[in-house]
């Protein structure tokens, strides 16, 4: 169950309007790294859980937060857009700063949405389900939940860097601290599941059934070999069941693929072989003008 508290989590009061920098704003609320991603991964994870209470009890508390940012992120695009010049395009013609902003804002806030956000990217594309991810392992999950965090810090941190509006700036501030509680707590949940379940997802997938002799190989497919100084190239593995070995110049281990010719029917193009007559070089007649019986 949920309720709604009529303060924000945080303030969200630009010092004065910016209907460009509204249309920026717009890729943490609905991007693929945005506030609505990770509040429907997290609470679609949580909803789903099958695991210890516990995990489910933290993943909806964060989920549960993240609603909170989305409203926060909201509220500011809304007063960001407060006098947005949409209207009167022969004034916008007289004023280069009016027809700077009429050029850079996203029309749709005012001919769409009233002068409000949308669950929209920076460039309008609409927020899909598909940027979510919440697959029953915890620490695939977990995994997936760090790069989010990761990921949407980055972007607060570059839209931080776009603006010198205080108010902006200090709503941002908030947001890229909660960013950095969110990776730690991933990072924390992570170790604590890796303890226990190993480091390799599936951890229930018996090793003996994948082709060992290459589970810890790496494996140099481009030119030179600077790749042969990391971590990933040398010494004990992170599951602790081997070791890392370089292979410098792979060789092929599988067959050469030869495929049959397609039936009449799929009106393919025959091998060459079968398209000319012995000794002549000529094309001969590969399928039937007659139709499929």
Partial sequence: MFYHVKELQYDAKPSQPDPVYAKKLQEI?????????VMMQYLFQGWNCRADNKYRDMILDIATEEIAHVEMIATMIAQLLDGAPAHDQEQAAQDPAVEAVLGGMNPQHAIVNGLGAQPNDS??????ARYTIASGNLLADFRANLNAESQG??????????????????MLSFLIARDTMHQNQW???IEELEQTQGAIVPSTFNQEYEKQEVSYSFMNFSEGEESREGRWA???????QGNFEYIQKPEAMGQKPELQPAPAYIHGTPPEELRKIQ???????????QPVQ
């Fill in 29 to 37: 609320l609905g991007g693929q790294y945005g506030e609505m991603s």
């Fill in 123 to 128: 460039v309008g594309f609409p927020w899909t």
């Fill in 153 to 170: 810090r980055l972007q607060v941190t570059r839209l931080y860097e776009m603006t010198t509006d205080p108010g902006v700036r200090d």
């Fill in 187 to 189: 990072m924390a949940a």
């Fill in 234 to 240: 040398s010494g004990p593995t992170f599951d602790g």
């Fill in 279 to 289: 000794g002549t070089g000529k094309l001969e007649p590969s399928y039937s003008n």
